[in-house]
């Protein structure tokens, strides 16, 4: 993290190790080192299993893994809540298109922990669409929530 942000959750993770939950960050330590650091802008949702005591959130670019955290099972179901809220929190708009029988694409625009804004796209089951078709979609979709939040177009 850049700057200290307040602490929005902090608790334990079922190996023993701390998570602590900011605006903007998540952050993994075994005592006082680091072991694993994220923005909420890394992905698109997440999903909570309280009888595993499971979180797992899908990432939106190939360079990020996608985040699994293990809780303890009796963890307090509202780390689910939680965790859910910090990535929604970072689209500011979105806009979805079906590209198939059941394909789509889905435009965000997000705001980094610095503030400033940008697009990304995600998309489902897309290997069959027509790639100018798809292209050309995405274009749309990314220029119609540009212009929703005031971000130049072109």
Excluded: C
Excluded at 63 to 79: A, C, K, P, T
Excluded at 82 to 108: K, M, N, P, Y
């Amino acid at each position: 993290m850049s700057k200290p942000e307040r602490t929005l959750w902090q608790g334990s993770l079922e190996n023993g190790d701390t998570l602590i939950v900011t605006q903007n960050f998540g952050r993994i330590m075994s005592g006082s080192s680091t072991v694993h650091e994220w923005a909420w802008v890394n992905y698109a949702s997440g999903s909570w299993n309280g009888e595993e005591g499971t979180f797992i959130a899908a990432a939106i670019t190939d360079d990020v893994d996608d985040l699994r955290l293990q809780f303890n099972r009796e963890s307090d179901l509202s780390i689910g809540l939680v965790l859910s809220d910090r990535i929604e929190s970072s689209i500011v708009h979105q806009e979805t298109a079906l590209v198939g029988d059941a394909s789509w694409v889905r435009v965000f625009v997000r705001r980094n922990p610095d503030g400033t804004m940008f697009t990304q796209s995600l998309g489902f089951d897309i290997d069959n669409v027509d790639p100018a078709y798809l292209q050309a979609v995405v274009l749309e979709l990314e220029a119609t929530v540009r212009e929703a939040v005031g971000l130049p177009t072109a």
